[in-house]
């Protein structure tokens, strides 16, 4: 079984719809959910937002956020995360943001991806946030990346249903 399959069933288990914030992952991840028989019923939205302006207007990430962490930082996720999840009636947000390569931006080398999940349990949102590097072309970096966002999911899941929020 693919991982996306795996994690249709997470989801239809534990009747979660899912919503995300893809930069440098430009809705794979959506994608590979929606490859799969019966995939759409656990997908609520998905954006794609590359530029600073628009994870601000879509996402409401803080300009403050943006200069003080950079576009690839986990404060950056956590917010396109929560910004996902603020219209939306989804029950978990996967953000990334990163640098795909093949060379590095204001020092963040090729490969560099920062990762948030969201998770609404009862009234309460437990956010958490993850960087992580990957090898390979930005195609190899893209799907590892996107793949490693849903392997998560069911892990942070397990840990925002304990009580934990970060």
Known sequence: MSVAASIVE???RHQ???TTAESCTAGK???LLSQIDGGGAWI???YVVYSPQAKQRLLHVCAHTLETFNLTSCEVAREMAQGALRDSPADVAIATTGILGP???DGIPPGTVCFAWAYRTGRELSVFSR???FMGSREQVQLAASVH???SLPHFHLRALA???A
Do not use: F, N
Request: charged letters at 40%.
């Open 10 to 12: 997470y989801l239809k």
């Open 16 to 18: 979660l719809v899912v």
């Open 29 to 31: 991840i959506i994608t």
């Open 44 to 46: 609520e939205s998905g």
């Open 103 to 105: 060379d590095a931006v």
């Open 131 to 133: 960087k992580e590097r």
């Open 149 to 151: 966002a849903l392997k």
């Open 163 to 165: 009580g934990e929020r």
